[in-house]
Nanobody, 123 residues
Framework: QVQLVESGGGLVQAGDSLRLSCAAS????????VGWFRQAPGEEREFAAA????????YYADYVEGRFTISRDNTKNTVYLKMNSLKPEDTAVYYC????????????????WGQGTQVTVSS
């Protein structure tokens, strides 16, 4: 089992930045790729970014447009999502998820999920 806890969400204005954290416990975290997803009200959960277990490779959704950066510190069992130039359409609950070894971009590919953290961007 891997337990994931997100933090760092909040209410910001358009153009601001936030850094989300995903703290992991349980099984050896370095064996797991981690993805960030988001879900807006009435919408399906969608992929945002992912990072391989060692941190050497990252992948982003097209809508990120260079504004988000995913990183990890395996000494702290934590994955981060730095979000710059936030837009009102980035408003959503952000979830981190883990799966063994390789990156995935689909919800069904991830085995473990956190409870989510709310990000609200006002215009």
């Amino acid at each position: 089992q891997v337990q994931l806890v997100e933090s760092g969400g909040g209410l910001v204005q358009a153009g601001d930045s936030l850094r989300l954290s995903c703290a992991a416990s349980g099984r050896t975290f370095t064996n797991y790729a981690v993805g960030w997803f988001r879900q807006a009200p009435g919408e399906e959960r969608e992929f945002a970014a992912a990072i391989t277990y060692g941190g050497a490779y990252t992948y982003y959704a097209d809508y990120v447009e260079g504004r988000f950066t995913i990183s990890r510190d395996n000494t702290k069992n934590t994955v981060y999502l730095k979000m710059n130039s936030l837009k009102p359409e980035d408003t959503a609950v952000y979830y981190c998820a883990a799966r063994p070894l390789s990156i995935g971009t689909m919800v069904k590919e991830y085995e473990y999920w956190g409870q989510g953290t709310q990000v609200t961007v006002s215009s």
